[in-house]
């Protein structure tokens, strides 16, 4: 048998190859960013689905980002995937947000973009559309965040750097319960941040409602 006490744990940086999935805009000319980010157990597909259903963003440029840490979906065999763990948590926060920078970049060099960004995630990708907008330069013009709750480490200071958020959940969610919504509701507030709240009838989803709500978000900024 080993002596742990013995063991050295260390940490080393790898290249990681990610994927996105963009939509230009219907019009011509330079566009706002509508950036997402999926829940855990999902991929791009299914955040860009949710973008572009949205009224009005045919005149933003979609982006969906995908997780970095793959795996199969047991159920469907469908590859899917998770922003971070607890694990390495600092680490994983500072190569998400790199990620994300690299993909910005990337869809900026190949299509003309305006200085306004929408980072809209949703379950797990709320803490990433969070923290890529109270880290991205000047000109993020809101989160949308559905069904998961700020990140706990963001200072008041910090979000104040986020013009306005749509804050959503469902009644019945389990997951992002009463308690966290209204506490991330006071948390924005005292960021001088505006907030519209959003509770519609549902459980742990993105519903019509949200969409609905999005859009005239997306109209007012």
């Known amino acids: 048998m080993y002596d742990w006490n013995s063991v050295t744990e260390g940490k080393v940086a790898a290249t990681v190859h990610g994927r996105y999935l963009a939509i230009p805009p219907a019009v011509s000319g330079p ?24 009224p009005g963003s045919e005149g933003w440029l979609v982006v969906s980002i995908q997780a970095l840490h793959q795996f199969y979906d047991r159920r ?28 910005l970049e990337a869809v900026s060099a190949q299509w003309p973009t305006r200085p306004r960004i929408v980072f809209a995630g949703f379950s797990q990708g709320v803490a990433m559309a969070f923290r890529c907008a109270v880290n991205a330069p ?7 965040a559905v069904g998961g709750d700020i990140p706990p480490e963001l200072t008041a200071g910090e979000l104040q750097r986020i013009a306005a958020v749509l804050l959503a959940r469902g009644n019945s969610d389990g997951f992002y319960r009463t308690e966290k919504f209204a506490e991330d509701q006071g948390r924005l507030v005292n960021g001088s941040v505006n907030v519209t709240a959003v509770e519609f009838d549902a459980g742990h989803k993105w519903a019509d409602e949200v969409t609905a709500a999005a859009g005239q978000f997306l109209r007012e900024i």
Do not use: K
Not at 43 to 54: F, H, K, W, Y
Not at 76 to 103: G, H, P
Not at 138 to 144: E, K, L, Y
């Open 31 to 54: 566009a706002p960013l509508l950036v997402g980010f999926h829940g855990y157990g999902e991929d791009a597909e299914a955040q860009l689905e949710r973008l572009r259903a949205i």
């Open 76 to 103: 469907t065999d469908r590859v899917v995937a998770s922003w971070m763990t607890r694990q390495d948590r600092d680490a994983a926060i500072a190569d998400n947000l790199a990620f994300v920078a690299t993909c």
């Open 138 to 144: 000047p000109g993020v013009a809101g989160v949308i």
